[in-house]
């Protein structure tokens, strides 16, 4: 059983940058891949990013491209959401996810969740 806590969300203002961590306890990473996903308020759970453990893949949603990154320390067992130029549409409780095997998009293909971290971005 893969256990994952994220930290790393809070207030922020527009424009400003967060970094979100995941770590897992119970097994590591290797040979899986991890998701962030992110809610809003009365809206759908919706994909960010992932990276794959193994090859160092990632894919990103295209709301976030090119203002968020992915990555990961293996050594640490941990899994980072790098946030920049966050903007209020990025309020949301965000999760990270993980399953075995490569990046996916779909969340109901993760199987191991983590409880979130709020990150809310006044303008």
């Known amino acids: 059983q893969v256990q994952l806590v994220e930290s790393g969300g809070g207030l922020v203002q527009a424009g400003d940058s967060l970094r979100l961590s995941c770590s897992a306890s119970?097994?590591?990473?290797?040979?899986?891949?991890v998701g962030w996903f992110r809610q809003a308020p009365r809206k759908e759970r919706e994909f960010v990013a992932a990276i794959n453990w193994s090859f160092r893949s990632t894919r990103y949603a295209v709301s976030i491209r090119n203002r968020f990154t992915i990555s990961r320390d293996n050594a640490k067992n941990t899994v980072y959401l790098q946030m920049n130029g966050l903007k209020s549409e990025d309020t949301a409780v965000y999760y990270c996810?993980?399953?075995?095997?490569?990046?996916?998009?779909?969340?109901?293909?993760?199987?191991?969740w983590g409880q979130g971290t709020q990150v809310t971005v006044s303008s």
């Open positions: 119970g097994r590591t990473f290797s040979g899986y891949a």
């Open positions: 996810a993980t399953r075995a095997g490569d990046t996916s998009a779909v969340s109901r293909e993760y199987p191991y």
